[in-house]
């Protein structure tokens, strides 16, 4: 059985983009001191797809108000 993603703290200049998006949505759910405590393992089927849902909407914003500036 494959092992869960471990949460290693980072600074934000050792992150990249994603992982950024990723922390930063994580803090918002107010879920940073049950990673720090357990990992990214401990995060429940519908957290992790709450994270992801949101990540992606952030995402999908980003892209949409990058085209808009692009064609401006």
């Given at each position: 059985m494959p092992k869960g993603k471990d949460f290693i703290e980072k600074t934000f200049e050792e992150m990249n983009e994603m992982e950024r998006l990723k922390y930063e949505t994580a803090a918002e759910l107010g879920?940073?001191?049950?990673?720090?405590?357990?990992?990214?393992?401990?995060?429940?089927?519908?957290?992790?797809?709450?994270?992801?849902?949101?990540?992606?909407?952030?995402?999908?914003?980003?892209?949409?108000?990058?085209?808009?500036?692009?064609?401006?």
């Open positions: 879920l940073l001191d049950q990673l720090k405590k357990s990992g990214w393992k401990s995060l429940s089927a519908s957290e992790t797809g709450r994270l992801g849902g949101i990540m992606n909407r952030k995402i999908r914003k980003q892209k949409e108000s990058q085209e808009n500036t692009k064609g401006s």
